[in-house]
């Protein structure tokens, strides 16, 4: 498929590790989290058992959740820092141009028009899932706490807060989980001109003709030579 | 005159076990009703009138003769066992040097409802006479030594109760372990839930204690006082027979089923105005979904597992929700709580929305926060699958 020479670096160590962890909490979040919303059903009562019941189960949730808090806390800590000392880009941040690239992009899908947007480091999609694991995540780990420990929560705040973070809890992580479910293992393994899946964030590498396609702005920021040839055409690379 | 003779004489006709004694009526039901062949000859000869007139006479004789025979036998047989056993001073030595008294009075069975059986269908042998020897170790011995007749005819009940906690004492050598006998009476024995509060007063034999606990809750002060047929008597929760250990992990855990049959029953709680949701929302809510997957802690663990229904409400002592004595009144709530939640505030109550569905007025946060969600998964998810379609058809088209 693609030669070695041919392949650019588009993800460092760090962003593979980090994937690669939230990658396996997620799982087990949603293992042991799903079949405690849906406590009627036969597959809960089995994961459950096979899991060692029910409070082995909590345990594990639980274990794993304060394990997503803190890498989620240590990423924003760390982005943030170098944001402020300047040694990160702003990529990851949702401007107008992501929502204009948006409604390009469903034009296209229902042949409005023929014109598809070009994508910087990286796309709608990708932001609207970065930006949709941070909401959710802290949506999650602050809903979480209130669950974990209802006799301090409830110290100051009212009583209330219990029942609606349980409510607030189980509904996002289901929303997280169909997304991932979904949208993202649609967009990374089943979408045909992905098909059968990428590795680029377990490697890091993507092919040149895969970032050309892509990511063409900032293709063309790594490669100037061939800056014109790319952000002169508007439907570029349809074999 | 015949049946008498069977009794007093011979050895070699008397049985010596119950299907014995089963053919033995029978013998006397024959020997009472006219011949077929009479029956017959009737038939036979008269006009229809006649004929059907003759045989209603027969029939109304057959059903009279098999009646009072076996009526008969039973008084007779009694008649025969009362001419010592009426004696108040007949006892039996036994073996700890104790006696056990031998002595039955003949009212007692008159108001029993086993009053057309024969002394020897429970007593069986003893139609021997002389009685076959028998000895028993003390009067324990000696009761329990008849425990087991009454599985001849209540063979269901009986292997019941071998499952049962009362028959884990009684195996164990408890010599107070209840019997057949000593819930339902011997010769006395009558319904045992006519009226039902008499069940409750049987158990009051040995359970006094509890028995007043259960006279002064919701359930039991409508028994008593109005005769209520909703209330559950104290076999309606442990059932009659197969009594569980109430202190198993697997009793406790099936306690909220057990509830649940009448409060979650529209029939039975809409006559009182009662929730039905009392279940559905407690299964929904922590304590709950925790009881629902078996509870906490090991399975073979007898601990406490997780709040049950009776860990809020009380068990014997159960009150009305509204009445201020209720461990679950409001202002008694947190101090509920906090037998597990040691350190809950005067807040923390609230985190249970009492078995109410949360409404605009009940819970308004948790409702808006349920109605966000209900809007917004279906928007999201929805609008993405939309684009994964919208992309498969663009990819297709474009091909």
């Given at each position: 498929m693609?030669?070695?020479?041919?392949?650019?670096?588009?993800?460092?160590?760090?962003?593979?590790?980090?994937?690669l962890?939230?990658?396996?909490?997620?799982?087990?979040l949603?293992?042991?989290?799903?079949?405690?919303?849906?406590?009627?059903?036969?597959?809960?009562?089995?994961?459950?058992d096979?899991?060692g019941?029910?409070?082995?189960?909590?345990?594990?949730h639980?274990?794993?959740?304060?394990?997503?808090?803190?890498?989620t806390?240590?990423?924003?800590a760390?982005?943030?820092g170098?944001?402020?000392?300047?040694?990160?880009s702003?990529?990851?941040?949702?401007g107008?141009?992501?929502?204009?690239d948006?409604?390009t992009?469903?034009?296209?899908?229902?042949?409005?028009?023929?014109?598809?947007?070009q994508?910087?480091?990286?796309?709608?999609k990708?932001?609207f899932?970065?930006?949709?694991?941070?909401?959710?995540?802290?949506?999650?780990?602050?809903t979480g706490?209130?669950?974990?420990y209802?006799i301090?929560?409830?110290?100051?705040?009212?009583?209330?807060i219990?029942p609606a973070?349980?409510?607030?809890?189980?509904s996002?992580?289901?929303m997280?989980?169909?997304?991932v479910i979904?949208?993202h293992?649609y967009?990374?393994?089943?979408?045909p001109?992905?098909?059968?899946?990428?590795?680029t964030i377990?490697?890091?590498?993507?092919?040149?003709e895969?970032?050309?396609?892509?990511?063409?702005?900032?293709?063309?920021?790594?490669?100037p030579?061939?800056?014109?040839?790319?952000?002169g055409?508007?439907?570029?690379?349809?074999e | 005159?015949?049946?008498?003779l069977?009794?007093?004489?011979?050895?070699?006709?008397?049985?010596?076990?119950?299907?014995a004694?089963?053919?033995r009526?029978?013998?006397?039901?024959?020997v009472s009703?006219?011949?077929?062949?009479?029956?017959?000859?009737?038939l036979s000869?008269?006009?229809?009138?006649?004929?059907?007139?003759?045989?209603?006479?027969v029939?109304?004789?057959?059903?009279?003769?098999?009646?009072?025979?076996?009526?008969?036998?039973?008084?007779?047989?009694?008649?025969a066992?009362?001419q010592?056993?009426?004696?108040?001073?007949a006892?039996?030595?036994?073996e700890?040097?104790?006696?056990a008294?031998?002595?039955?009075?003949?009212?007692l069975?008159?108001?029993?409802?086993?009053?057309?059986l024969?002394?020897?269908?429970?007593?069986?042998g003893?139609?021997?006479?002389?009685?076959p020897e028998?000895?028993?170790?003390?009067?324990?011995?000696f009761?329990?030594?008849?425990?087991?007749?009454?599985?001849?005819?209540?063979?269901?009940?009986y292997?019941?109760?071998l499952?049962?906690v009362?028959?884990?004492?009684q195996?164990?050598?408890?010599?107070?372990?209840?019997?057949?006998?000593k819930?339902h009476?011997?010769?006395?024995i009558?319904?045992?839930a006519?009226p039902?509060?008499?069940?409750?007063?049987?158990c009051?034999t040995?359970?006094?204690?509890?028995?007043?606990t259960?006279?002064?809750?919701?359930?039991?002060?409508a028994?008593l006082?109005d005769n209520?047929?909703?209330?559950?008597?104290?076999?309606?929760?442990?059932?009659?027979?197969?009594i569980?250990?109430p202190?198993?992990?697997?009793?406790?855990?099936?306690?909220?089923?057990l509830c649940?049959?009448?409060?979650?029953?529209?029939?039975?709680m809409?006559?009182?105005?009662?929730?039905?949701?009392?279940?559905?929302?407690y299964?929904?809510?922590f304590?709950g979904?925790?009881?629902?997957?078996?509870?906490k802690?090991?399975?073979?663990d007898?601990?406490?597992?997780?709040a049950?229904?009776?860990?809020?409400?009380?068990?014997?002592?159960i009150?009305?929700?509204?009445?201020?004595?209720?461990?679950?009144?409001?202002a008694?709530?947190?101090?509920?709580?906090?037998?597990?939640?040691?350190?809950?505030s005067?807040n923390?109550?609230?985190?249970?929305?009492?078995h109410?569905?949360?409404?605009?007025?009940?819970?308004?946060?948790?409702f808006?926060?349920k109605l966000?969600?209900?809007?917004?998964?279906?928007?999201?998810v929805?609008?993405?699958?939309?684009q994964?379609?919208?992309?498969?058809w663009?990819t297709v088209?474009?091909?």
């Open positions: 693609t030669h070695n020479n041919d392949d650019v670096v588009r993800f460092g160590p760090r962003d593979r590790v980090e994937h962890l939230v990658m396996v909490i997620f799982f087990l949603a293992l042991t989290g799903l079949p405690q919303k849906f406590h009627d059903s036969a597959i809960s009562r089995n994961i459950v096979v899991l019941g029910i409070a082995q189960v909590r345990y594990l639980r274990m794993t959740g304060v394990l997503f808090a803190g890498m806390f240590l990423h924003l760390t982005v943030l170098a944001v402020a000392t300047g040694r990160s702003l990529s990851m941040v949702p107008i141009k992501d929502f204009r948006a409604i992009t469903l034009r296209y899908y229902l042949r409005i028009s023929d014109v598809r947007a994508f910087d480091r990286f796309d709608y990708e932001k899932e970065y930006w949709g694991i941070v909401f959710g995540g802290l949506i999650m780990i602050g706490f209130a669950l974990l209802p301090a929560v409830t110290r100051r705040l009212p009583g209330q219990i973070a349980k409510v607030a809890h189980g996002e992580g289901l997280a989980f169909l997304v979904l949208w293992i967009n990374v393994v089943f979408a001109e992905i098909f059968p899946g990428s590795t377990f490697t890091g590498k993507i092919s040149r895969r970032m050309r396609h892509e990511h063409p702005l900032e293709y063309a920021r790594m490669f030579e061939e800056a014109n040839e790319i952000l055409q508007k439907d570029p690379s349809r | 005159m015949t049946r008498i069977f009794f007093v004489f011979p050895p070699d006709l008397a049985a010596k076990s119950t299907t004694a089963a053919t009526r029978h013998i006397l039901v024959r009703a006219p011949h077929p062949t009479i029956i017959w000859d009737l000869r008269a006009g229809a009138r006649r004929r059907l007139l003759a045989l209603g006479l029939a109304a004789l057959v059903l009279l003769a098999t009646s009072t025979s076996a009526r008969g036998a039973a008084s007779d047989e009694a008649d066992c009362l010592c056993h009426a004696d108040e001073k006892t039996l030595a036994l700890n040097g104790e006696s008294p031998l002595f039955m009075k003949r009212e069975l008159a108001a029993s409802v086993h009053k057309n024969r002394c020897t269908d429970c007593h069986a003893f139609d021997r006479m002389p009685h028998r000895h028993y170790k003390d009067l324990n011995h009761r329990t030594s008849l425990a087991e007749s009454c599985k001849t005819c209540h063979f269901e009940n292997t019941k109760t499952d049962s009362h028959y884990g004492l195996a164990r050598g408890d010599v107070f372990a209840p019997t057949c006998v819930c009476g011997s010769h006395d009558a319904k045992p006519e039902r509060s008499r069940i409750s007063q049987t009051a040995c359970h006094r204690p509890i028995s007043e259960y006279a002064k809750s919701v359930h039991g002060k028994l006082a209520n047929p909703d209330v559950p008597v104290c076999t309606d929760c442990h059932r009659s027979h197969n569980a250990d202190k198993s992990r697997a009793w406790l855990m099936s306690t909220p089923a649940g049959r009448c409060h979650a029953d529209p029939k039975r809409g006559k009182y105005g009662l929730s039905t949701n009392v279940l559905g929302t299964l929904s809510d304590h979904t925790t009881a629902s997957f078996g509870g802690g090991k399975k073979t007898n601990e406490p597992v997780v049950l229904c009776v860990d809020c409400h009380g068990i014997h002592d009150a009305k929700v509204t009445g201020d004595s209720a461990p679950v009144f409001r008694n709530l947190v101090k509920t709580c906090r037998k597990c939640h040691p350190g809950a005067d923390f109550p609230a985190a249970w929305l009492s109410y569905e949360p409404s605009l007025q009940r819970a308004p946060l948790v808006l926060v966000f969600y209900k809007l917004i998964i279906p928007f999201i929805g609008g993405l699958i939309l994964i379609l919208l992309h498969l663009r088209v474009n091909r």
